[in-house]
């Protein structure tokens, strides 16, 4: 009787999902609020959280509160404290919420807001939250190792070469698409650009405060520099206005790139105190606050959303990105369902300051769900905006013309009614001269947060502002991501160049260090302007190949839970971490096979480039190219991107080689093969 | 259990609301890679007393460089 009773308020909870789950699923014609999607989200959350989490700690995992773990045994009150769960979730949390979660369901959403919602809370709930769990707890047993580390120790050291080389590849892919983000919201705006520039002079002035005017108050110097973030939003208002202030913060896209390159250098060689550490801390402070500023501007709001459940895209062929709903929808939204990299957060600085191991299960656990979250606030501001507009903001130029008449006349045959007008007045209630071709999420999510947060704060006349605090506040730690991936990419770089040039290997070797880093903006770089050039907007290049490649990072994660299941002789619940690790492959193989060999120019990098070397051999100019150079830079580009594809299928199909290997030699053995560190009994300190 | 009951009301409230503000900065700070001051000076009196303990503002530089300096080497 008793237990039921505990599982009462739980079947409620499971009732009310159901019935917010099935109106926004049923509903067809009519708009709903956007407050049945959050309300089926988190019932779905709690629910998962509350019995399958359980179960993987329990049964799956076998968590054990008696264990000591890394913070405990090795605690320098640095690296290794145990820290309270909650304060550690705040960490952890910050960590892994970055753009992703942010994009993703934005491109997503043409394909109408239903597919993009059901993936984001089944892929949560059966891989991306067990993924980070899952890690979180094996890293914890092995003294806080890295991703790389771990699956050399569990599978051997080819497999975890293969593995670091991948996530090198990987990171080059995601700086480039970043910084693509913030190139496609800042090009012709010179309220942003001057906004994001100003970002620079005033992280600079806070370094140099913490340095050596009051070093170490992070608080203090924060909230300082918040106060002059929001002056700079309202100078790049003046500037935008100003005849002669605005022509000067004005780029095109291209200029914008070798900007944005230049800068990334000088970023990466500056010391950390002066740059990237004070901007560290405005972006993520600003991150964690916007976050939660869109959390009650929903719920205090209540949109409705405008786009419908479905569109006929998700049929294929859609204007953001092209590709059938198997497999492109599930390697479109990767961060939010789930994402590799937090695998590496999760083998990072989080396991070595875990208090108790039963607390993995609500920092990995509960964390991606919390980010997971994001995602659907991501998706509701997307929707809530007007079906044309999103399709304006997001149809490359090539396919819908680039005046507000043609746009509107392009997009109203789709059946999304929109009017010259409505472009236009949109754009001026934000602040802008055009709206249109701003693919990549960053700017369609600004006007959706602008469209919720005026309604809560400020009205209309606080529109503009709104829509270039949330540019500012993806723009600030894209940048961040990009000075901080450059660093790690040149450390990753040093290292397995140092295997054949020693003298490279030196980290205290300024030349070495330059050319690492030189090399390592190079790589980003040349992606990155590869995909401003692209008459399709490049996000149609760039995005499935980090999609696919975030992905498989995550199947090489889940394989190595398997792997550690089977060694710890838990084969029977392997299946836990097997099942999304073989959805994962599906739809990564799949949609990189159809990216290399598809027939359709659209979506397979051969078929394109085959179009133009046609065009090239028969002497024809083949549009959008305008001469023959081009056309031949298109080939080189669609060739190097089917190569990369290539590439990752490789990593992925080899670790997964390796991984069946190693678990049919830990079926063979007789006992456990675990590579854990050996049991010590944690002091008398009971779990919290 | 006396004194639970006795202290029920503000002052528990006021309790519990410094407890939270303490965690909410603890956790701002460690979202940036600074864990708590307080605690590593108690770690370090408990078991290293014969060692000095950095004052803040090294002990702020050493985790800065620790968090963005990718382990070792220092950055140029």
Known sequence: MHSIRRHLVWLVVAVVGAFALGTVALSRGESINALWVVTAAICVYL??????SLFIADKVLGLDGS??????????????????????????????????????????????????????????????????????????????????DLVKQEMGVVPGMIALFGTFMIMIIILAVLALIVVKALAESPWGTFTVAATIPVAVFMGLYLRYIRPGRIGEVSVIGFVLLMAAIFGGQAVSQSPTWAPLFTFDGKALTWMLVGYGFVAASLPVWLLLAPRDYLSTFLKIGTIVAL???????????????????????????????????FITIACGAVSGFHALISSGTTPKMLDNEKHARFIGYGGMLAESFVAVMALVAASCIEPGIYFAMNSPAALVGSTPEAVAQVISGWGFAVTPDMLLQTAKDVGESTILGRAGGAPTLAVGMAHILHQAIGGPAMMAFWYHFAILFEALF?????????????????????????????TDSLPANLFATALTVAAWGYFLYQGVVDPLGGINT????????????????????????????RERYAWVAAAPAAWLLACTLTAGWQKIFSADPKVGFLAHAARYTEGLANG?????????EAMARIVFNDRLDAGLCALFMFVVLSVLVYSVKACLAARAANRPTVHETPYEPLAAVPAR | MMMKLGNLGLPEAGRYLARSTRALGQSLRLMVGLPDYDTYLSHMAATHPERAPMSYEAFFRERLEARYGAGKGRCC
């Open chain 1, 478 to 506: 894209i940048l961040t991501a990009v000075d901080a991936g450059t660093r790690a990419g040149r450390f990753m770089l040093q290292d397995l160049m140092g295997s054949f040039v020693p003298a490279l290997k030196r």
């Open chain 1, 47 to 52: 629910i998962a959280y509350r019995y399958y």
């Open chain 1, 542 to 569: 760039l995005w499935p190949l980090f999609g696919i490649s975030n992905q498989m990072l995550a199947a090489v994660a889940l394989m190595l839970g398997v792997v550690v299941l089977f060694r710890m002789k």
């Open chain 1, 295 to 329: 959390a009650i501007g929903i719920v205090f709001v209540m949109p409705t959303l405008q786009m419908p459940a479905l569109t006929q895209f998700a049929q294929g062929n859609g204007p953001v990105w092209s590709g059938s709903l198997f497999p492109f929808l």
């Open chain 1, 620 to 628: 024809v100019l083949v549009a959008p190219a305008k001469t023959p």
């Open chain 1, 67 to 148: 264990r000591k773990t890394p913070a405990h045994r090795h605690n320098d009150g640095l690296d290794y404290v145990p820290t309270d769960k909650n304060v550690l979730f705040g960490h952890h949390f910050a960590a892994i919420a970055g753009a992703g979660p942010l994009v993703g369901p934005v491109l997503a959403a043409q394909m109408g807001y239903l597919p993009g919602l059901l993936w984001v809370l089944a892929g949560v709930v059966f891989a991306g939250a067990v993924q980070d769990f899952i890690i979180l707890f094996i890293s914890t047993r092995r003294d806080g190792r890295s991703l790389g």
